[in-house]
């Protein structure tokens, strides 16, 4: 069976980090929202999690399964490079996601969402006063990581977590693989990213007060 698990893009650091906050939060009111899931090995993981602590809370999973939308120049380091390319993580479908959360026995835990997030969310959420107690995103682009923040810290339960991947590793912010994350996440903060704090390699977190 474990080698049929689904490729996880967290390095072991940040799966222990994501874990502890699934645990953290459990006691909290909401849900958990996960922003970017690729294959479904981190939503694995997540959704086992709940299944130990026998728990309530249900994971929406929104991915597009079609790799990344158009990019944008904030995604662009100061060379030009971009590493958001449409050819990256388009190897994937919701519906091999929802099969490997079957037949692991933790479908229960999770929904899979297919779209673009700017689409699908609100749709999806429409109408309902879900809160969320720990969201991870991990869309790697600007505009991506521009929307749920605004979407979601509102609806995040006193407590919860914000998890933001790909902010870039201390000490070389400025050399961050995706700026674009980073400059989002700046912009959001509008300077007061003293609320940030480092959770596991390219992983920060906030707390919602």
């Known amino acids: 069976m474990e080698t049929l698990r689904p490729h996880c893009c967290w390095q072991p650091e940040k799966v222990d980090f994501v874990l502890d906050c699934v645990r953290r939060t459990e006691g909290l009111d909401g849900d958990i929202v996960e922003l970017g899931c690729y294959q479904g090995g981190g939503t694995l993981l997540m959704a086992e999690a709940l299944r130990g602590m026998d728990s309530s809370r249900t994971i929406w999973s929104f991915d597009s399964f079609e790799g990344f939308p158009e990019v944008l120049n904030e995604d662009r380091t100061e060379n030009g490079e971009c590493h958001a390319t449409e050819e990256r993580f388009r190897d994937t479908s919701a519906r091999a996601v929802r099969e490997t959360m079957r037949f692991f026995g933790v479908d229960g835990y999770v929904r899979i969402v297919e779209g673009d997030f700017v689409d699908t969310v609100p749709e999806t959420l429409a109408g309902t006063d879900r809160?969320?107690?720990?969201?991870?995103?991990?869309?790697?682009?600007?505009?991506?990581?521009?929307?749920?923040?605004?979407?979601?810290?509102?609806?995040?339960?006193?407590?919860?977590?914000?998890?933001?991947?790909?902010?870039?590793?201390?000490?070389?912010?400025?050399?961050?693989?995706?700026?674009?994350?980073?400059?989002a996440v700046d912009e959001y903060l509008d300077g007061d990213t003293g609320r940030l704090v480092h959770g596991a390699r390219s992983m920060w977190y906030m707390t919602k007060e």
Request: aromatic content about 14%.
């Open 131 to 183: 809160t969320f107690s720990l969201v991870i995103i991990d869309c790697d682009v600007y505009a991506g990581a521009k929307f749920c923040l605004a979407y979601f810290v509102p609806k995040v339960t006193p407590g919860g977590i914000i998890v933001v991947d790909d902010y870039g590793t201390p000490g070389e912010l400025d050399s961050s693989t995706y700026p674009g994350v980073r400059k």
